[in-house]
């Protein structure tokens, strides 16, 4: 995307902030990059001067499929996952050994000093989130078909 971006073959991006404002930091501080707006239903607090697209949205079923969209550019993106019929003790054990990894004050003082946001969320939302968009209504799935097309 940065090569055909740098060669004007593509005109846009839609990127998440942590990954833009890392790996884009040259093109956003000489101006080449310009944010347009928000793709989510809430801002994000380090953009809060941005458009969300999320509050033009009037029905519920503009809303569901607006969060369906943003989950397949939010947390659900970089799952960690275990095979079926894994124990279930056993997936308990990882998803809290992982929340409270993500309390710990070196990592995060890590993560500061490296700029990186961590955001996880923890494996019943995104569980939750998964149902969400795979119990889509089909009427609802065909209308996000031809948006997207």
């Not at 793709?39 to 607090?45: Q, T």
């Amino acid at each position: 995307m940065r090569l055909a971006f740098g060669n004007g073959e593509i005109g846009g991006i839609s990127n998440s902030w942590q990954s833009t404002r890392s790996t884009w930091r040259s093109e956003l501080e000489s101006g080449e990059l310009q944010l347009i707006f928000q793709a989510g239903l809430k801002s994000h607090p380090e953009l809060t001067k941005y458009q969300v697209v999320g509050d033009y949205i009037k029905s519920d079923e503009d809303k569901k499929l607006l969060r369906a969209l943003v989950q397949v550019h939010s947390a659900s993106v970089r799952p960690y996952v275990l095979p079926p019929n894994s124990p279930k003790n056993r997936v308990q054990l990882l998803r809290s050994a992982f929340a409270e990894t993500l309390k710990d004050n070196a990592l995060l003082a890590e993560a500061r000093k490296a700029n990186l946001e961590i955001n996880a969320v923890s494996g019943e939302e995104l569980t939750k989130s998964v149902q969400d968009v795979l119990q889509l209504e089909s009427g609802l799935v065909a209308r996000l078909k031809e948006i997207l097309r």
